[in-house]
């Protein structure tokens, strides 16, 4: 880490820091249990790493930039800015313009060797 | 002893939560918990062999798209199309005062359906044991597979990821 970075953490956090160094894994397996936010923020960080990753190579090594355009007219930055009752309108409208009656979908055959959802095998 | 669910099919509320779940990863902001449960169940699901599945129609909508946060998403889905039978069940349910869009859903015939919609899942727990009866006078009528049909169920992201 940074020297600058460091320098922005609160001193009672690295206080605490250097207490957990000297943990055993089985101390902080148990300061887990006490503390279960900190089990979600490091499953947080390693599904975030994953997901980041295989984006940026699908992106070609290039990270997005926030005035690049997203969907519906709207940039990254802009569509992060949403508020929460504006992403669900955002979705709604997208989702409505592909939006089928259910007359209009189309049924297929099944698949003889389909299983169906009580788990159990189609009939001979 | 019931039956493992393996199957899991995802509304619209789960899919828009995956998709800005990837984007807030990629520009590094913090997850909403819902967020995290969206993106959660992708990686999960992928380690233990159960598959996530979406409707033909959301498939169609979001496969427009190109953005790589979508065409992740889509990666880690296969498509349920519906079958014989898909359209008279969901009129049916429509009458259960389910929307459109959450009809057809419950009329795919999966084992599970996950969403963040409570006014689905409140709905549907409310009124299961009458759609259930409805269901039953339905398959006496219909062939083999189609009669051994059985109700989904309906939960929580976060349920579902109990389970895997």
């Known amino acids: 880490m940074a020297v600058a970075e460091k320098a922005r953490i609160p001193r009672r956090v690295q206080v605490i820091a250097e207490v957990l160094r000297r943990f055993s894994q089985e101390e902080l397996a148990q300061l887990v249990r006490l503390v279960p936010a900190l089990e979600d923020m490091a499953l947080q960080q390693v599904i975030s790493t994953h997901f980041r990753q295989r984006m940026l190579e699908m992106r070609g090594g290039i990270a997005p930039s926030l005035e690049e355009e997203f969907l519906g007219g709207l940039t990254y930055g802009e569509y992060l800015k949403l508020s929460e009752e504006e992403e669900e309108a955002f979705w709604d409208r997208i989702f409505a313009e592909g939006g089928l009656e259910i007359d209009q979908i189309e049924e297929h055959d099944v698949d003889p060797g389909v299983r169906i959802p009580a788990g159990q095998k189609r009939a001979a | ?164």
């Open chain 2, 1 to 164: 002893m019931s039956t493992p669910v393996s199957v899991f099919l995802l509304d619209k509320s789960v899919l828009r939560k995956a998709i800005a779940s990837l984007i807030k990863v990629e520009f590094e902001h913090p997850l909403s918990a819902q967020e995290l449960e969206a993106l959660s169940l992708l990686y999960f699901a992928q380690r233990h062999d159960v598959r996530l599945f979406i409707s033909e129609e959301a498939f169609n909508i979001l496969g427009r798209f190109s953005r790589p946060e979508i065409q992740i998403v889509l990666d880690f889905v296969k498509v349920m199309k519906a079958t014989r039978y898909f359209k008279r069940w969901a009129r049916r349910l429509r009458e259960y005062g389910f929307t459109r869009e959450d009809a057809k859903l419950l009329a795919l015939g999966v084992q599970a359906i996950l969403t963040f919609d409570l006014s689905l899942l409140n709905n549907y727990q409310l009124k299961r044991s009458h759609i259930e009866k409805r269901l039953d006078e339905m398959r006496k009528a219909l062939p083999t597979p189609f009669n051994l049909v059985k109700l989904p169920s309906v939960m929580l992201p976060k349920e579902a990821l109990t389970l895997l």
